[in-house]
């Protein structure tokens, strides 16, 4: 049994502390019964510390625990399963599907499958990295560089549009499917008016190229993308190893002269 140690954030003694200890019970279970693969505790794979390394953050649990309350809500019965590989088709670090609401589903559950790129720790090379692309003017930078750190940040992504999807459902759980015609209240950062209906916002889009923009992302989306880094950021400079005390110089013998 894992003791929730983290549970609200940092204190003001050791701001590291919310990163310390295990996943609570709590947030082990709904991770079990939301996500798969299970989660492994001091796990030895790259999968497994991605994992766990999304579960040491505050928002990672946050997120996941609106997944769960909003999906027991809508009474849907969904898995969220992650496919980890070491390249994928796209060429990107993450992907899903369906990119639809739990409440479009034929059958009475609904599979998400999330691609994650594997990544292996980085080593020399820039200290920071802009998000989404490196001329991004309304993106944002970061600075982890442990694999583990950039998987979890895939999973983060992608279960971030599994909320997206499906918030209007969350909000009106009696709704009836496809019963609301308004439209999403976010702005695209590009300034232009979103025509897609709330429930059908998957968090960004892709521009007249067909490469990312970051013009298409929804103002809220790119928001917790950036507030994720910055808590990776803190989590890598927290697990960096503290110096050694320097000790002070041993003081001379008694009486002792300097030599000639």
Not at 25 to 54: C, H, M
Not at 107 to 113: G, S
Not at 123 to 151: C, K
């Amino acid at each position: 049994m894992h003791v929730g140690i983290f549970r609200d954030g940092p204190s003001d003694a050791d701001p590291c502390a919310q990163f310390h200890g295990h996943p609570s019970k709590d947030d082990v279970d709904r991770w079990n019964k939301l996500v798969k693969p299970p989660y492994q505790p001091n796990p030895t794979s790259p999968d497994g510390k991605a994992i766990e390394r999304f579960l040491r953050t505050p928002l990672g649990r946050e997120l996941l625990s609106r997944l769960s309350q909003g999906f027991e809500r809508t009474k849907a019965t969904v898995t969220i399963a992650l496919d980890f590989r070491d390249q994928i088709a796209s060429g990107e670090a993450g992907d899903l599907s369906p990119q639809a609401p739990a409440s479009e589903a034929d059958d009475p559950t609904m599979t998400y499958i999330a691609q994650v790129k594997r990544d292996s720790d980085r080593v020399g090379g820039v200290d920071a990295t802009r998000f989404p692309t490196p001329n991004a003017t309304q993106g944002y930078t970061y600075s982890y560089r442990d694999g583990a750190s950039q998987m979890a940040s895939t999973i983060y992504h992608e279960l971030l549009h599994v909320s997206f999807l499906n918030q209007y459902s969350f909000d009106n759980p009696e709704a009836e499917d496809g019963a609301d015609p308004n439209v999403n209240e976010s702005a695209s950062i590009g300034g232009e008016p979103s025509t897609v209906r709330v429930e059908d916002n998957y968090g960004h889009g892709r521009g007249g190229d067909g490469a990312r923009d970051e013009t298409t992302y929804d103002l809220k989306f790119m928001a917790q993308l950036r507030e994720y880094a910055k808590q990776l950021d803190d989590l890598e400079r927290c697990n960096k190893p503290k110096p050694a005390p320097r000790r002070p110089p041993a003081p001379s013998p008694t009486g002792a002269g300097t030599p000639r």
